[in-house]
């Protein structure tokens, strides 16, 4: 079945595509790092908004946080996507840092809506992220596009920040939320915390280990985006998640396995929520078991749809095929 999954990739991946003007927000990020090149092989032309100084004729500069970005070195883009927004993990969650979180993804948002809307040409799509922490905590539930917003401080952003993207339909462009779990790359995230500790023989389940995590391959995820730009039809949330999600006592046993490594050194709740403070209650130590409905009704073929194929994949154990598309 797997093999007949591959061939279909394959197939997809060697139709012809149109090349297309992109224009990538936040592309100096872990997913935005690898769009670049990604898009550059598929033959899109990809223009990138930096916040310093341009340095070459693929750079346009922007300020966010004034509103500020001319729209006519835009004229001509086809698709927008939006990957803006302050780092989650990289310190703990003061009130400020919450505000910054917040504002910066409202703010990157609210300017690249305004300045299409003043375009004399508009964009056809706008890719916005999003992040399955729109749901809360989901328990043992499956979660859909279609399931309401948690209530928690992560969900608010989120629905905020989708809401934002949506101003953008008011001109007649299509608007897709992309709402990813854990992205598994050693680049960053996740996985680029955790693997040095398991291949020191320390790792183990964390938090509450009959919890579910949602999670992506990074090939997947840009492979998603790509998918988003040939269907036309697909508007609205899309969960960007693969198709099996596991509990965290599932996923640190797999990523034992993988680094052929022990996994059972256990990092209770408690001395997650004493070294992260907010942070952990509403992203490591929550249930999200996200199912990626929209993208399976609409035949989407995942690269990686086991956690093992994604481990392998993201730890370089086995010859990317990001280069496939």
């Known amino acids: 079945a797997y093999r007949h999954a591959q061939t279909k990739a394959e197939v997809e991946a060697a139709r012809p595509r149109t090349p297309r003007r992109i224009l990538v927000a936040g592309g100096s990020g872990l997913v935005g790092s690898a769009l670049r090149p990604f898009l550059t092989l598929q033959g899109h032309d990809v223009i990138r908004l930096v916040r310093r100084p341009v340095r070459s004729a693929d750079e346009v500069r922007w300020q966010p946080a004034l509103g500020h970005l001319d729209a006519r070195p835009l004229e001509g883009v086809d698709v927008v996507i939006n990957l803006a927004g302050t780092n989650l993990a990289d310190r703990r969650w003061t009130d400020e840092r919450r505000r910054e979180i917040e504002q910066s993804r409202i703010q990157a948002t609210r300017t690249l809506v305004q300045t299409i809307q003043r375009m004399r040409t508009k964009p056809s799509l706008l890719i916005n992220a999003s992040a399955v922490?729109?749901?809360?905590?989901?328990?043992?539930?499956?979660?859909?596009?279609?399931?309401?917003?948690?209530?928690?401080?992560?969900?608010?952003?989120?629905?905020?920040?989708?809401?934002?993207?949506?101003?953008?339909?008011?001109?007649?462009?299509?608007?897709?939320?992309?709402?990813?779990?854990?992205?598994?790359?050693?680049?960053?995230?996740?996985?680029?915390?955790?693997?040095?500790?398991?291949?020191?023989?320390?790792?183990?389940?964390?938090?509450?280990?009959?919890?579910?995590?949602?999670?992506?391959?990074?090939?997947?995820?840009?492979?998603?985006?790509?998918?988003?730009?040939?269907?036309?039809?697909?508007?609205?949330?899309?969960?960007?998640?693969?198709?099996?999600?596991?509990?965290?006592?599932?996923?640190?046993?797999?990523?034992?396995?993988?680094?052929?490594?022990?996994?059972?050194?256990?990092?209770?709740?408690?001395?997650?929520?004493?070294?992260?403070?907010?942070?952990?209650?509403?992203?490591?130590?929550?249930?999200?078991?996200?199912?990626?409905?929209?993208?399976?009704?609409?035949?989407?073929?995942?690269?990686?749809?086991?956690?093992?194929?994604?481990?392998?994949?993201?730890?370089?154990?086995?010859?990317?095929?990001?280069?496939?598309?």
């Open 133 to 325: 922490g729109y749901y809360g905590e989901g328990g043992e539930r499956e979660l859909r596009e279609g399931d309401e917003v948690g209530s928690n401080f992560l969900a608010r952003v989120c629905e905020a920040w989708e809401r934002e993207a949506r101003g953008a339909e008011q001109v007649g462009v299509r608007v897709v939320c992309l709402r990813t779990g854990v992205i598994l790359t050693e680049a960053g995230g996740m996985l680029a915390r955790l693997a040095p500790i398991f291949r020191l023989g320390v790792g183990g389940p964390f938090g509450y280990p009959d919890h579910w995590l949602s999670w992506i391959s990074l090939e997947d995820h840009l492979a998603t985006m790509q998918h988003l730009m040939d269907r036309p039809e697909l508007r609205g949330p899309v969960n960007a998640v693969g198709p099996n999600p596991v509990r965290i006592r599932e996923f640190t046993a797999e990523l034992g396995r993988v680094l052929h490594r022990p996994s059972w050194f256990p990092v209770p709740a408690a001395v997650l929520t004493a070294v992260f403070g907010m942070m952990a209650k509403e992203t490591m130590l929550v249930s999200q078991r996200v199912v990626p409905t929209r993208l399976l009704e609409d035949g989407f073929v995942f690269r990686h749809p086991t956690l093992r194929q994604a481990l392998q994949h993201g730890l370089g154990r086995l010859p990317s095929t990001v280069e496939r598309g």
